[in-house]
């Protein structure tokens, strides 16, 4: 019984919270790692794009919640999500006709576009904190848990209950549903090969015919859906801060570089390997020692790290990745 214990206690306290924030980092990270692979940039406003995406989806929220509109159990941000999504979208393709195109136009060395995308981070978290606020927000509602705790220890009658929350299972299914979508859209469809076409080889790509201001333009929709959906799953599991989206960009950058900038499937991996090693870094181990080691005593909680500093984590895997395998675990192209 003390090993099923623990490993309840490992499923509740590191896999489902790790795979909820895996899910949610390898959603950001997809949009960075495309806007990387066909624009050719890093683009630090990502984060802050997810707060855009995730305030507006609030407001919308509040506003559907006035009208008495619910979604039954599921959140009532689901329903609001494709409000948020359009205006996202509208307002990145207004930064790239207003900001972006003039410096692809003069061929701008990539640098320069990462020093723009910093200036349009910080336009974006202005606007973002204007519009609502600074104040911590919670505004997941419908049922709470998909598995209770008290549920889970009356069915099993184990000491280490299990609590899976309806925001958590919401996150891994709709992140999944997006990734199909998108790799589908990207093998099958005309436009999906005319962008791994131009990421390929852009100058090739414009001999064949293919029109560069509508991979542009496709590329931002797609980046701006998987910001504010990547934002809204985790203001769902969360809470929605405005500032702790801007720490976001951290984790979702080293997720990027981890799996190969350039590379989708990479970035969906480096998403997890981030998440992962940052919950099992900043865990206390003890509570599962002593399932395991019942005689075991120690002050000690047995956490390598503080949570405070979980960001280290990603900070120290981004340098070890940069310093050793630039290219990342999937081969995708060199920072």
Known sequence: MDILNAIVAILNYVIVPAT??????????????????????????????MAFGTAITIMV?????????????????????PFGIAITCALLLGTDRVVYRYYRTVRAAPVILVMVSVGVMFLMNGITRILIGVDEIKFADGARFLISASEFKSWTGLTEPLAIRSTQAITVIVAGLLVWALFWFLAKTRTGKSMRAYADNEDLALLSG????????????????????????????????????????LPIFAAAVVGGLGNPLGAIAGGFIVAYSEVAVTYAWKKVAGYLFPSWDTDSLLQLLSTDYK????????????????????????Y
């Open 210 to 249: 293919i029109n560069p201001d509508r991979v542009v333009t496709v590329t931002w929709i797609i980046a701006g859906a998987l910001a504010t959906t990547a934002g809204v799953l985790y203001g769902l599991d969360k809470s929605f801060k405005a500032f702790s989206y801007f720490q976001l960009v």
């Open 20 to 49: 909820t924030y895996g899910a949610q980092l390898a959603l950001g990270a997809l949009g960075v790692t495309l806007i990387y692979g066909i624009l050719r940039f890093s683009n630090f406003a990502q984060g802050d794009t």
């Open 61 to 81: 929220t509040w506003g559907l919640q006035s009208l008495g509109i619910g979604f039954g159990p599921l959140p009532t941000a689901l329903l609001a999500l």
């Open 311 to 334: 960001f280290a984590v990603s900070f120290t895997i981004l340098i070890i990745v940069l310093l050793f395998k630039p290219t990342g675990l999937f081969k995708g192209k060199a």
